[in-house]
């Protein structure tokens, strides 16, 4: 979801450049999001160059940028609002992100009684059911 967000973040500001009269400063910001949100390891990334810890620190300068552009740039008051609200955005972004790296679940062993093992085998059983059915249509 973090991935997901970023990325409409960006865009939203791509798009804001395109129709401002001083575009510099929505339009880097905006490429500088995608480009962070590309590169990360993440299940939506295009690349998977950078760890989720060094994205972090992206995500936090970028903020820290928007809010120095809000403040400090002369920009229309459309374009301010816009960087603002992408700034607070990616500030609850971080606060409620976990940016540790998902720990991969050991395979349950067959018999073992728990939950997990029952739901994917009636899953299975569901599925095979299915595929069965489906062959006695065709035929």
Known sequence: MHQLVEYLLGVALLSQ?????????????????????????????AFKA??????RG???VLVAAMVVAVLLVDLTSSVRFMIGGCAAVMAFLIWRSDYREPVKRAPVAPGAGRSEEVGR???RAVGHGVQAWRRTRRS
């Open 17 to 45: 450049g395109l129709r401002t009269t001083e575009p510099l400063v929505p339009t880097v910001l905006g490429a500088l999001i995608l480009l962070n949100v590309a590169v990360v390891d993440g299940p939506l990334s």
């Open 50 to 55: 950078v760890s989720r810890g060094f994205h």
């Open 121 to 123: 085998l009636a899953g």
């Open 58 to 60: 992206v995500d936090a």
